[in-house]
């Protein structure tokens, strides 16, 4: 009998089994039936997978040399465990090792796609799992039940940070190549997706407790907009980067994913955020022809601060009416009641008592009317669902983090955020190692 007959010889009977003990237990439950169906599911998906892969062979036989110019040579077949979508296979690959330097290398997992004992499928549904979840937790457990998959919480962690990390690192380093080549004026590779009629970047924060304390964690959306109903302005979110650490390198990279999703070298987009000098600098450097906008909620919750500090439960109609100015662009007016206010009395809080600054530098940025008038969108609202996305992820139940471990999961939340076509693009830039 040939090794595929073998295996369908051996699924059949398992499934006859099955199905005999479904004929002794005639009163069983659905749920009985569908975890005895799920089981052998399970079962049949390893022996499947198994086969398959040994009627293929044993890999190519490796042909020329190590990286070190050494040749390769022949060891042996060698077992070796690997983990994949259905569950852990065993499989028999050649092996070769170079008597030069010592590397060992299995052409067969090159071939099929292995890497660090690991299917890519079976990879990618980890971390797809471990970054949709709240917590390594919740992976390890959504993992058993849904996939069968095994994987203790502390691999699921490595395997984060091994692979978040490299698209994390990937994004950087691809962002400051583009940055760096065209500040020498040398040709950079054309965006990957051709420019956004109307583009916008919203960006914020979001507090995470990481390295000992709280800390700002960095989030942005791409978004395009265009006119929508009732003469709304209709947002389309493109996709998400979050990063922590250093802001200019999360500054930077933003901007090169935004480049190549449609941003583009003009730089033209328009830049929502909640008037933080992080965000003017991300708008002075990367979109120099763009246009600047102070979130409206943001601008309107300024306002009531104030206005709840000064006249705590009768703060609403001073507010509604102060609001109604900035809506119509009396920014001076809006500047000059803030003043009025702040000085009926001295100690004010921190937080309230540049109420009146706040409106006067951003000005520019505040002009609604205008904005309304060609159509921008004013509210940040793409990047606001983002940091909740972050915070469901990442400050649930008592979360810890090292700066390592949260940029990693940060760059897949990311990707997942921004649904299948982002998460498979994102995929295809982790690409596993040969
Ligand atoms: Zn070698």
């Not at 797809?128 to 709240?134: F, K």
């Not at 692979?163 to 950087?172: D, F, I, K, S």
């Not at 703060?315 to 009641?337: F, M, P």
């Not at 983090?401 to 921004?418: E, F, H, T, Y």
Request: hydrophobic share 35%; glycine share 14%; net charge neutral.
């Amino acid at each position: 009998m040939g090794q595929s007959e073998a295996i369908v010889a051996e699924i059949k009977r398992s499934a006859e089994e099955l199905l005999r003990w479904v004929k002794e237990h005639p009163n069983c439950t659905l749920r009985d039936l569908e975890e005895r169906i799920q089981e052998w599911k399970n079962q049949a998906g390893v022996q499947l997978l198994e086969a398959s892969v040994a009627m293929q062979g044993t890999g190519r036989w490796a042909e020329g040399a190590c990286v070190c110019g050494g040749q390769w040579v022949f060891q042996g077949y060698r077992e070796r465990r690997v983990m994949t979508s259905q569950g852990v296979i065993r499989l028999k690959r050649a092996y070769f090792t170079c008597p030069r330097c010592g590397r060992g290398f299995s052409p067969l997992d090159q071939e099929k796609g292995i890497e660090g004992g690991w299917s890519e499928r079976g990879l990618e549904q980890v971390l797809w799992i471990a970054q949709a979840v709240s917590s390594y937790r919740e992976a390890e457990e959504a993992l058993q039940r849904l996939a069968g998959q095994s994987v203790p919480r502390s691999t699921i962690h490595r395997l984060v940070e091994r692979y978040g990390g490299r698209l994390a690192e990937g994004r950087r380093k691809e962002a400051e190549g583009l940055w760096e080549r065209g500040v020498r004026g040398e040709e950079i590779p054309a965006p990957r997706e051709g420019p956004k009629k109307e583009m916008g970047i919203s960006l914020d924060g979001v507090m995470v407790w990481v390295d000992g304390g709280w800390h700002e964690v960095k989030v942005g959306s791409c978004f395009e907009f265009g006119p929508g109903k009732d003469g709304e302005v209709e947002v389309r979110p493109i996709g998400y980067w979050a990063g922590y650490g250093e802001v200019e390198v999360f500054r930077r990279t933003m901007w090169g994913y935004a480049y190549h999703r449609g941003l583009g070298l003009e730089g033209k987009a328009v830049v929502i955020g909640d008037g933080a000098s992080w965000i003017d600098g991300f708008a002075e450097v990367y979109c120099p022809k763009g246009v600047r906008v102070v979130d409206w909620y943001h601008a309107v919750e300024h306002l009531w601060a104030l206005g709840r500090e000064a006249f705590g439960e009768e703060a609403a109609k001073s507010v509604e009416n102060v609001k109604q100015k900035l809506w119509e662009g009396r920014i001076e007016q809006v500047i000059r009641d803030c003043e009025e206010v702040l000085g009926r009395k001295s100690g004010w809080r921190e937080g309230v008592v540049r109420t009146a600054e706040y409106f006067r530098e951003r000005r520019e940025q505040m002009d609604y009317p205008a904005f309304r008038k060609a159509g921008y969108p004013i509210g940040s609202g793409t990047v606001e669902s983002a940091c909740k996305g972050i915070s469901w992820r990442c400050k649930g139940r008592g979360q810890r983090w090292k700066a390592q471990g949260l940029v990693a999961i940060l760059a897949l939340r990311s990707a997942g955020m921004g649904g299948e076509a982002e998460w498979n693009r994102a995929w295809k830039e982790i690409g596993l190692a040969a």
